[in-house]
Structures are given as structure tokens and as C-alpha cells.
């Protein structure tokens, strides 16, 4: 069925009074944002102005590997997702010559580029998900590729760019004691995607495994402008049991935390046969989202 995850507004002048941590503390405690897989902060349009990419001076020396994902069909509803960086790809001409390789910041720049040109419709979203995450549909899914955990942060080069933005809302460097426990001594001590940012430049079928935070960290998540809607799944916390007992039940028997391994992915359908509460949500770009420590969820 589905329940829509909860969502809330704020603007700048706000966000340049209340960092993140804060705000997010108080949305989960005071405002029931706390026994759900994720919420969905809205920032207004002038936070959202400040995200442009059109100004930005990329980085040079940026390197990525793109993901190969294969994906098998372990049981019904339950699906392998395995992984292979494709690092680095040598692009050969037709006469089987090597071709000078795309830098990554051009690669990024290129996905960009296309971002830029497509057309978003935002009516038929919903339906496109569903059926993206159906069973009829991912039974036939052999592969996808996927620009993902990029070690990178766009919003720390907005933010280092432009004074007026509201600082404690770089996920790049949030304050408190991780960032302090990790950060200095250029950089060596950062916990990449833990203490740092990273960037998913994902297209249309490319899918995140069901998984839950290192650490059981919570986590944030802006999409940025000219993305189309990213849609997010996560199950109720108090049902969470159902779906791992199912799954050591029937094929991961020895594994106390079989989606601890980052290399599952589920179908809609499972969760309504196993009377699971799943929550979901189309993230926009500027919107925000922040999942819940030691919740599991996944995106695409
Ligand atoms: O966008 C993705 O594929 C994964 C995002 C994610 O897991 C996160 O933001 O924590
Ligand atoms: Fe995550």
C-alpha cells in the first residue's frame, strides 16, 4: 500500500539562525518525525536558488569509478544485487585503438549536461516508481550501471563559494563531534560518505541496495537542481523483523542481519504480502532527506 513519508518546510533565514542537526533533533522529537524510515524537509525557493550549478568552478584533480550492478533474482520479491567497479573503463575506437579516457569532472559535467535536457513529468511520477520497483518489471532487470559514492561534495563547493550560505547546512562538514573527531590533519582521518559527503548521479533505473547507515547513522540527502524525482522506500521501524526473518528463513539462513551486506533489493509486492508498513516519498530538487538512525531503506 504505502504511506507517504512525513514532510516539512522551512526557508533561509531560518536555516541561517538553526543548523541542520538541530533542526533535524527537533523535527524528529517534537514533531513525530521520529518512528518513520525518513522525513522530508522543504526548503524554500531562495535556498533552493543557491544551489545552482551554473557558476560552479569544478574541481581538477576528482576521480570516480562507475558501478556495474548485476542483478539476480535470489526468491521471490528478494533480489542480488552484485557489484564491480568499472575502473578504469578503456574506451576502445572501431579499430579496437584505446581513446583518450573522459576525465571524471567531465563525465560529471556530461550527466549535468543531460540533466539540463530532459523533460520531467511530474504527474506521472508515482506511477513510473511503483512500476520501476514492481516485480513484473525487475524479474526482467539483468543490469544497471551507476555514478555512485562519489567521493565529492557539491553542496561543500557551494558552500566554500558563497559566504551567504547558511553554513551548518554543508553535509560536508556538519558540526559536532564526528567532524571534530575526524576532521584536521588534511583530511587523512575523514570516514568517507561517513563524516564526508558523497555524490549519486544516478538516471532512471539505476537502484540503491535496501540497506541501513554505517554505524546505524542517521543521514542527509539534497537532490540538486535539474534532477528529476528521486523516490525513496523504507519500512516502518517495529516492522523491520518481518521482512529479515523472511529472508534468513528462505535463503540467508545463517546471517542474523542479512541486508547488512548492502547487496539486497526488494519488491513492492513482498512488502504488502509480508504486511509490511512501508513509508515512501518523491524527493524534488532542494528538498531534503533525512533518514533515521538504524532504519533500512533504499532509493532509486
Ligand atoms: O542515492 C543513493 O543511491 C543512495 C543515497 C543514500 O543512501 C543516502 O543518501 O544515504
Ligand atoms: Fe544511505
Known sequence: MGIRSPEFWTNLPHMHEEGFPEIFDYLRFEKGGENVPFLCLHPDPDFLEMLSLDEIVWPENFDFCTTSSSIKNEMPGVYK????????AKPLDE????????????????????????????????????QLLSRKHLEDQTHFAYNEDLAFSVLNLLASSNSDFPQKWNFDNVPGPLKALCSGDGGINEILGVSTAMVYAGTAGTYSSYHVEDADCPSANILLPGSAGKAWFGIHPDDQWKLNDYVRQQFRKKCPSPFLHKDLMIDLELLDELGIRWYWCIQRPGDIILTNPSVNYFVK
Open 81 to 88: 544485487l552484485l557489484k564491480k567497479q568499472m575502473c578504469p
Open 95 to 130: 579499430n579496437g585503438e584505446q581513446i583518450p579516457q573522459m576525465s571524471a569532472i567531465d563525465a560529471l559535467k556530461e550527466h549535468l549536461g543531460k540533466m539540463k535536457q530532459q523533460s520531467i513529468n511530474v504527474e506521472t511520477d508515482e506511477a513510473t516508481f511503483r
